[in-house]
C-alpha cells in the first residue's frame, strides 16, 4: 500500500496549492496547443510481439482498457467544447468513430496515437488467433477476481447530517457485464456503474456521476466532473477530485483495493451556487461504492453512504 489509511481526518484534508496550480498549467497548456482533427492523427504503431502469447480472453479485456480510455479522451474534449455529449463513456461499444468529430490537443493526441496504435495491434492479434467476438458478460475469470459476485447484497447506511439517524440501503448485484455492474435497487430502474466506480444510471432521486472516475487512479491524479440528481435537470455539482490514498483496506468484511479520492466544487440549482466538499471512496477494481462523504448547504449534495455488509447470494 501506498499510503497508510490510519487516520480518517487525513483523508479529507484540502488539495495542496502546489497540486492545484499544476493542474491549472496541465489545462492551460492543452488548451493552448494546436488542435488537431482525431481522424488525422496517425496511429503509433504497437508492436504485436507484446500480445502473442495472450490469450483471447486477456486480450479482450486489454481492448475494453484501451477503449474506455480513448472513451474518457472523448469526454473531457467535449466536455472542453461544451457539447456535453452524454454517450460517450458509457460503455465500451463506440470509440473511435465518435472520436472523428473531436479535436484533441497536444498530449490528448499523443495520447490517442498511442491509443489507436495499440487498439490495431491488440485486433491484428485477435485476428491471427481467430479469436470469437467478445460476449456481454464479464469473463469467468475476471468475474471470479472481483471481490463481490452476483446475487450478494450489500448494505449501505446513509444519513444526510451527522446528528441524524442511519437509514440503511440494499442493493443485489444481478449481472457483471463487461464494462458494467447491475444492481436491482428495489426501483423500477437498476443501477448500474461502471469499473472505474462511475454510476452511469440511476433510479429517480439518487445520485450519479457519470463521468466523474478514471479507470487505474493512481495516487495524486486528479479528476473532475458532474454530480447529478437522476431526475432533475438543474440540480448538478461540478467537482474536481484528487486520489490522496490508495491501497488494500477491509471494508465490511471484504478485501478490497481501495481509491480515496477527495472532492471539492460548487453546485447548483437555477440561480443558486454553493459550495461541496468531501470525499469518495471505491474499489479499484469492480469500481464498487465503499464510501461517500458529501458536505454542502446543498440539501442534494450534503450525505454520508457507507458499505456496511456483503450479505451472501441466497
Not at 466523474?212 to 491524479?221: D, N, P, S, V, Y
Not at 478490497?256 to 471505491?282: C, H, K, M, N, P
Not at 465503499?290 to 454542502?296: A, G, K, P, T, V
Not at 453512504?305 to 456483503?310: A, I, P, T
Request: positive net charge.
Amino acid at each position: 500500500m501506498r499510503r497508510r489509511l490510519h487516520n480518517p481526518q487525513r483523508m479529507l484534508r484540502p488539495i495542496s496549492l502546489l497540486a492545484t496550480a499544476l493542474a491549472s498549467a496541465l489545462l492551460g497548456s492543452l488548451l493552448g496547443a494546436c488542435a488537431t482533427r482525431s481522424a488525422q492523427v496517425q496511429p503509433v504503431a504497437a508492436s504485436a510481439a507484446e500480445f502473442a502469447a495472450w490469450d483471447c480472453p486477456r486480450i479482450d479485456g486489454e481492448l475494453d482498457r484501451v477503449q474506455q480510455r480513448a472513451a474518457e479522451l472523448a469526454w473531457a474534449v467535449d466536455e472542453r467544447a461544451g457539447n456535453n455529449i452524454a454517450a460517450l463513456g458509457l460503455g465500451v461499444m463506440v470509440f473511435w468513430p465518435a472520436l472523428i468529430a473531436m479535436r484533441p490537443d497536444g498530449l490528448e493526441a499523443a495520447d490517442l496515437a498511442r491509443l489507436k496504435g495499440r487498439d490495431e495491434a491488440l485486433r491484428g492479434v485477435a485476428r491471427d488467433k481467430a479469436c470469437p467476438p467478445a460476449g456481454a458478460e464479464l469473463p469467468a475469470a475476471r468475474a471470479a477476481a472481483l471481490p463481490v459476485a452476483p446475487g450478494e447484497r450489500l448494505v449501505y447506511e446513509e444519513r444526510g447530517t451527522p446528528r441524524q439517524p442511519p437509514t440503511q440501503v440494499a442493493m443485489r448485484l444481478s449481472a457483471l457485464r463487461r464494462g458494467e455492474i447491475e444492481y436491482e435497487a428495489g426501483a423500477s430502474q437498476p443501477l448500474r456503474h461502471d469499473l472505474a466506480g462511475n454510476v452511469v444510471a440511476a433510479p429517480p432521486g439518487t445520485l450519479w456521476w457519470p463521468h466523474l472516475l478514471r479507470a487505474g487512479m493512481a495516487l495524486g491524479q486528479i479528476t473532475g466532473g458532474d454530480m447529478l440528481v437522476a431526475g432533475d435537470p438543474l440540480a448538478r455539482a461540478r467537482l474536481r477530485g484528487q486520489v490522496v490514498a490508495a491501497g488494500p483496506q477491509t471494508v465490511a468484511s471484504r478485501r478490497f483495493q481501495v481509491v480515496v479520492v477527495e472532492l471539492y466544487g460548487d453546485a447548483s440549482q437555477g440561480d443558486e451556487s454553493t459550495r461541496v466538499d468531501g470525499v469518495i471512496v471505491i474499489d479499484s477494481a469492480s469500481g464498487v461504492l465503499l464510501r461517500l462523504d458529501l458536505r454542502s448547504a446543498h440539501k442534494a449534495f450534503n450525505l454520508q453512504r457507507r458499505l456496511v455488509s456483503v450479505e451472501p447470494a441466497p
